[in-house]
């Protein structure tokens, strides 16, 4: 099976049909989108950090990381993401435990993993490590997957309208939830295992 990346971007419904086609035939198609698209955002956060820069509230100055610092923020960036890929995958899965057709756990992984593309394509704006520019382009990404979410349920999933309206609405709470825990978790590690030139430095 072909995962239909461009697909989802540019015909999302028939992009969902594919891989519905297909993942029965190849389960673990999704394996290399699920390991390689979070570099996207991990690399883009790792130039950025320490090649770039940013101005801090209140100073002029452009500030950067350490290229130690900046690379174990890029790694927990590239981890929580990963982690949050196959804990929305299992959220699916409790979400839709009452459901005539419950997901496995690879069936699910594969939903989760198409429907967090566009979340990953928005990490490029970390080249660029502006507030607002992050904040725009997590919003967008944000709210892209969510339409990604909701087109792929009923047909990945096989789902009625009305059902979709509600396990939709259930999966995109609890997820919604469940990532902004993880990131905050896995920012609590950087911070907690910076190697000294944690600090930021003028550029």
Not at 138 to 145: E, I, L, N, P, R
Not at 161 to 178: D, E, P, S, V
Request: glycine share 8%; net charge positive; hydrophobic share 55%.
């Amino acid at each position: 099976m072909n995962f239909p990346l461009l697909g989802f971007f540019v015909r999302p419904e028939q992009a969902w049909r594919d891989l519905r086609h297909g993942v029965d035939r190849h389960p673990q198609a999704f394996l290399p989108f699920w390991l390689l698209m979070p570099l996207i955002p991990a690399i883009c956060l790792l130039i950025g950090t320490t090649q770039v820069g940013w101005r801090l509230p209140g100073d002029e100055d452009t500030q950067v990381l350490s290229l130690a610092s900046g690379t174990l923020l890029a790694f927990w960036c590239y981890a929580g993401l990963v982690a949050g890929v196959v804990l929305i995958a299992y959220l699916v899965r409790w979400v839709l435990f009452r459901t005539e057709s419950r997901p496995a756990v690879g069936f699910s992984m594969t939903f989760s993993t198409a429907a967090a593309l566009p979340l990953m394509i928005a990490g490029l704006a970390a080249l660029m490590p502006s507030r607002w520019l992050l904040i725009l382009a997590a919003a967008a990404g944000s709210v892209y997957s969510a339409w990604l979410l909701y087109i792929g349920l009923p047909i990945y999933m096989r789902l009625s309208r009305r059902q979709t309206a509600f396990y939709g609405a259930c999966i995109l709470a609890f997820g919604f939830l469940a990532l902004l825990t993880t990131a905050f978790g896995f920012l609590e590690l950087w911070g907690q295992t910076m190697v000294g030139s944690g600090e930021y430095l003028q550029k």
